[in-house]
């Protein structure tokens, strides 16, 4: 989910999502959630792999280069099996569809390209359906360290690698339908600190050292880095009612972060938590 407000007019590649489909996809997301518009298919567009310039390939090789260099030894294992199972290479800018090839006999999920923003229930919905909602567009030259909304680096680099493994992925699954079933702002804040604190952020420990995963380390240089070695990190054991009681601000690195023992950890304590939503959704029993 992008912030609605960032403009996209830096991004080399705006022509990409420059045209009929895409507007009408974009349209549809805008009214998601209105009678008439709750398909998640009409948010797909297709990738239109013709469009990327030789630049943007530049910059896809400059960022995955300089990650990979840092996540080899940083990262999680499951992430960096994730990303060799679905063949992310440093030539050049993937095809969804390659991706897909690989990942959706694996777990069943796909990843699917989108014009640009989408309403919180429109991206829960698609996650409820094992489909990632993908930027296809990639930040300019001079953006290279950081872009306030997502691009294919984050979102192909950084999310989609986890994808492949079945603990997270039944986790991501059971986070979208619980996000999409609630409609009480206490949840659905609780919710976004737990996406944002996991998925965006998250840190696991992996044969005694802590390890990064969440995709907003994993695509970032500098938030990596800072991540895992600054003294100004409060690193904190996951528990799901901490988690979703801290607060988080979106506009400089992030000060806390939680640490999970295992992916099983995270998934069950997801399930926990939407068993708890689906209960509270039903009628009390008569007397």
């Not at 507007?23 to 948010?43: H, I, N, Y």
């Not at 796909?110 to 996650?127: D, E, I, N, T």
């Not at 079933?181 to 949840?187: A, K």
């Not at 990190?233 to 979106?250: G, K, L, Y």
Request: aromatic content about 12%; hydrophobic content about 35%; overall charge negative.
């Amino acid at each position: 989910m992008a912030d609605p407000n960032a403009s996209m007019s830096g991004s080399l590649n705006h022509a990409m999502i420059d045209d009929v489909q895409a507007r009408r996809a974009q349209e549809f997301a805008d009214r998601f959630g209105e009678p008439g518009f709750t398909d998640p298919t009409q948010l797909y567009i297709e990738q239109r792999y013709e469009g990327y310039t030789p630049e943007n390939q530049e910059t896809w090789t400059t960022l995955f280069d300089r990650q990979m260099a840092y996540l080899a030894d940083n990262a999680s294992q499951t992430y960096l099996g994730g990303a060799k199972i679905i063949n992310l290479r440093r030539e050049r800018i993937p095809p969804v569809e390659s991706i897909n090839e690989r990942l959706k006999p694996l777990t069943g999920w796909q990843s699917r390209a989108v014009p640009g923003y989408l309403k919180p229930k429109a991206f829960f919905a698609c996650l409820s359906r094992r489909e990632f909602p993908t930027t296809i567009v990639i930040r300019p030259k001079q953006s290279i360290d950081y872009l306030p909304e997502p691009d294919i680096f984050h979102d192909i680099f950084g999310h989609v690698p986890l994808h492949a493994d079945p603990v997270f992925a039944d986790f991501l699954q059971t986070y979208g339908k619980a996000a999409l079933l609630t409609n009480d702002p206490h949840h659905t804040e609780r919710l976004a600190r737990l996406f944002w604190f996991t998925v965006e952020f998250g840190l696991i420990r992996e044969n005694g050292r802590v390890k990064i995963y969440g995709s907003g380390l994993i695509s970032s240089p500098g938030e990596s880095h800072h991540s895992l070695n600054s003294k100004d990190v409060d690193r904190r054991p996951f528990d799901m009612a901490r988690v979703c009681d801290t607060a988080f601000e979106i506009d400089h690195y992030q000060p806390i972060l939680y640490v999970l023992e295992s992916f099983e950890q995270l998934r069950d304590s997801m399930n926990s938590y939407a068993n708890m939503l689906l209960n509270e959704k039903r009628p009390a029993a008569v007397a």
